[in-house]
């Protein structure tokens, strides 16, 4: 069963009201979603996903406590467009939990799990043409060491990249980890299971995961009210690079201006960080995949 991270931090930091309006950029299976739907008898939840698996289960789950919340099949880059259609133009809450969730890891058709044998997929949004079978066996050498150095963090991307590259065709998951097994020491594989970061990276790069959120995150600064608020659950460095730089550039008053005896109105910053949160022992030690999380909260002050 799927457990979602920093749940009552979540709850907690999204200040919410009975009637606050509130998009879940991250639906996945409606851990956060159901929750939030509780404490907003009189206001409305948009919840965005676009794996239909998931939707279809978070419906059910969702009808089961109220009727106040609108699904919408989409990637979460497009919040700002599809949010206009429904004549939305301003909410109080914004919620990003970036994690991959237990479903689709443990789903064996996916191809997310680096445990589990299925051909290689790794699409959150199964009617994409890009898959990660496309990315293992027709990308160049060149373009696997960038992705899986850059996305994965991965100090091994040159020898993993270079067996991929002599052992294709590969069609399935299994046949991938012995292949990163081969190219990396025996210590690094006693370390940590040294298929995780090359997974990642794949899994990203089929995505376009950080470009989309960076984006996403930009247009959904711009939909908050004044003390609405942004939470962001991120998983790895990357994610949380973006959406640190991203908050505090808005936060923060010009360095320019910080000479100046009285900061005129217009320059000051409509942004204030609230709080950055890790999720506490015991939640990692009763959910593994929390122990690389990171939660960061922003709200709009002007």
Same mark, same amino acid.
């Given at each position: 069963?799927?457990?979602?991270?920093?749940?009552?931090?979540?709850?907690? $930091?999204?200040?919410?009201?009975?009637?606050?309006?509130?998009?879940?950029?991250?639906?996945? $299976?409606?851990g956060h979603s159901s929750e939030i739907l509780k404490h907003?008898?009189?206001?409305?939840?948009?919840?965005?996903?676009?794996?239909?698996?998931? #939707?279809? $289960?978070?419906?059910?789950?969702?009808?089961?406590?109220?009727?106040?919340?609108? #699904?919408?099949?989409?990637?979460?880059?497009?919040?700002?467009?599809?949010?206009?259609?429904?004549?939305? +133009?301003?909410?109080?809450?914004?919620?990003?939990?970036?994690?991959?969730?237990?479903?689709?890891?443990?789903?064996?058709?996916?191809?997310?799990?680096?445990? +589990?044998?299925?051909?290689?997929?790794?699409?959150?949004?199964?009617?994409? @043409?890009?898959?990660?079978?496309?990315?293992?066996?027709?990308?160049?050498?060149?373009?696997?060491?960038?992705?899986?150095?850059?996305?994965?963090?991965?100090?091994?991307?040159?020898?993993?990249?270079?067996?991929?590259?002599?052992?294709?065709?590969?069609?399935? @998951?299994?046949?991938?980890?012995?292949?990163?097994?081969?190219?990396?020491?025996?210590?690094?594989?006693?370390?940590?299971?040294?298929?995780?970061?090359?997974?990642?990276?794949?899994?990203?790069?089929?995505?376009?995961?950080?470009?989309?959120?960076?984006?996403?995150?930009?247009?959904?600064?711009?939909?908050?009210? #004044?003390?609405?608020?942004?939470?962001?659950? @991120?998983?790895?460095?990357?994610?949380?690079?973006?959406?640190?730089?991203?908050?505090?550039?808005?936060?923060?008053?010009?360095?320019?201006?910080?000479?100046?005896?009285? #900061?005129?109105?217009? $320059?000051?910053?409509?942004?204030?960080?609230?709080?950055?949160?890790?999720?506490?022992?015991?939640?990692?030690?009763?959910?593994?995949?929390?122990?690389?999380?990171?939660?960061?909260?922003?709200?709009?002050?002007?």
């Amino acid at each position: 069963m799927h457990k979602s991270v920093l749940l009552s931090e979540c709850i907690e $930091y999204l200040n919410l009201n009975d009637d606050s309006i509130i998009v879940d950029c991250t639906l996945g $299976y409606g851990g956060h979603s159901s929750e939030i739907l509780k404490h907003i008898k009189n206001g409305h939840l948009y919840a965005i996903d676009q794996d239909i698996d998931a #939707i279809n $289960y978070s419906k059910n789950r969702l009808d089961a406590i109220s009727s106040n919340y609108t #699904i919408i099949k989409s990637n979460f880059l497009n919040i700002k467009s599809e949010l206009a259609k429904l004549n939305v +133009k301003k909410v109080n809450g914004i919620l990003y939990d970036l994690g991959v969730s237990s479903p689709q890891l443990d789903c064996d058709d996916r191809g997310f799990s680096f445990h +589990k044998d299925a051909k290689l997929d790794m699409r959150m949004d199964q009617s994409q @043409t890009l898959s990660a079978y496309h990315v293992v066996n027709e990308y160049s050498y060149d373009k696997l060491v960038e992705i899986i150095y850059k996305y994965g963090e991965e100090k091994y991307a040159k020898n993993i990249a270079k067996n991929i590259v002599a052992s294709r065709p590969i069609n399935n @998951t299994l046949e991938l980890v012995e292949i990163i097994k081969n190219a990396v020491p025996m210590k690094y594989k006693l370390e940590h299971h040294p298929a995780r970061r090359t997974f990642q990276a794949i899994r990203i790069e089929v995505n376009n995961e950080l470009e989309v959120f960076e984006k996403s995150l930009r247009d959904a600064l711009e939909l908050l009210e #004044i003390g609405g608020r942004i939470c962001v659950i @991120t998983f790895h460095s990357l994610e949380d690079k973006i959406c640190k730089e991203i908050f505090n550039s808005v936060s923060k008053v010009n360095s320019e201006l910080n000479l100046l005896p009285v #900061i005129p109105k217009e $320059y000051l910053p409509k942004f204030k960080i609230i709080k950055n949160i890790k999720p506490n022992l015991d939640e990692i030690n009763d959910n593994k995949r929390a122990r690389s999380a990171k939660l960061r909260v922003i709200e709009r002050i002007g």
